[in-house]
């Protein structure tokens, strides 16, 4: 189980964005399950992160040759990480999730595996609901 109180702490400020636990995302996302999704395009899905006293937005991005570029992404990160006092109408950045693994993927009908790359990048933002940015104010 993630520490759901960071989350708490990037949104009051009194922390800045940081690398977040994928348990953490998992646990208030309810392991990204359909039920919390909110919305999806071409370069990932978005769901709706439940908090003890707000809610927040994690895009799960599907890093591909066709999508997102990881040189692309890590530059966002650090453009996000640097906004320490958001500028009106600009969502806060609370944080992110970044890595790399193998896994051994069996051919169907064969004995063979394949090691296949698997990469999970996640971002984390305040969610503002049900109006436009240029309505919401600090």
């Known amino acids: 189980m993630g520490d759901r109180n960071v ?7 009194l922390e800045k ?3 977040l636990a994928l348990a953490l995302l998992q646990e208030i996302t309810q392991n990204f399950s359909e039920q919390r999704k909110i919305g999806e395009g071409g370069f990932g899905e978005v ?8 809610i927040v937005v994690v895009k799960r991005i599907i890093v591909s040759e066709h999508t997102v570029d990881d040189m692309l992404l890590d530059r966002e990160v650090k453009n996000l990480m640097t906004i320490i006092i958001s500028p009106q ?9 970044s890595n ?3 896994e051994a993927i069996k051919f169907p009908g064969s004995a063979d595996f394949v090691f296949a790359e698997k990469r999970e990048r996640l971002l984390c933002f ?11 104010r600090d």
Request: charged fraction near 20%; proline fraction near 2%; hydrophobic fraction near 35%.
């Open 7 to 13: 989350l708490e702490r990037i949104l009051s400020g």
């Open 47 to 54: 769901y709706k992160g439940v908090l003890q006293i707000s």
């Open 126 to 136: 305040e969610c503002i609901s049900n109006r436009s940015l240029d309505k919401h």
């Open 100 to 102: 790399t693994h193998c």
């Open 89 to 97: 109408n600009v969502v806060h950045f609370l944080g992110f999730f």
């Open 17 to 19: 964005p940081t690398d």
